[in-house]
């Protein structure tokens, strides 16, 4: 209610009374303010990404979007997806540009992670991964790159000490050339091999 204020004449009229906030909500609203952590600049880019491209109607773009929500993928294989979901080479090029623009598409970032990954999972020689590499679509150039980057990060022999350390006790011969055999699966050359198996040679006689 407010104060009744005389005019002098038979009317009266009412000044407003502002209604002051409860204390104790304005003192948690205040806390939940200051607590809040700011975004880093990640976080708002890819807000501004995601927003920016949900606000496009383009069916193909959406269709990769998802793919990619799944799964990490080359811009081959996304074109290919598009394609074989029937978009038209014009429409695929569009979604491309667009998703290259907003950095989720990237094929070196690709290559980089998929490295990493794949020797943390398995160790392999520089063969089996580069195999593997260009299996996904990225170019070779950008392979023979992350191939080089890679394997300075750590050695082939370290590698494949790693895989002869799976192997447990090498009892005999034979076990020595299954070791050997499966150091070739893996993608090692034959001097890493030699380096590799030669001591355990040493250690058997």
Known sequence: ???????????????????????????????????????????????????????????????????????????????????????????????????TALHYLDDVAFASRWADRRLARMPMGRARLQEELLATGCPDPIVQATLRVTYRKVSERDLAMQVVATVGKIASPQMLGRVARLLSQRGFDEDTIETVVEPLMRERS
């Open 1 to 99: 209610m407010g104060e009744k204020i005389e005019t002098g004449e038979s009317s009266t009229f009412k000044v407003p009374v502002r209604k002051t906030q409860n204390p104790e909500l304005r003192t948690q609203n205040l806390k939940s303010r200051q607590s809040r952590a700011p975004r880093t600049d990640d976080e708002m880019r890819s807000t501004r990404n995601v927003r920016r491209v949900a606000s496009i109607p383009d069916r193909w773009l959406q269709l990769a979007l998802r793919a990619l929500a799944r799964s990490d993928r080359t811009t081959i294989q996304i074109e290919r997806l598009l394609t074989a979901k029937g978009a038209t080479p014009g429409q695929v090029r569009t979604a491309v540009r667009r998703l």
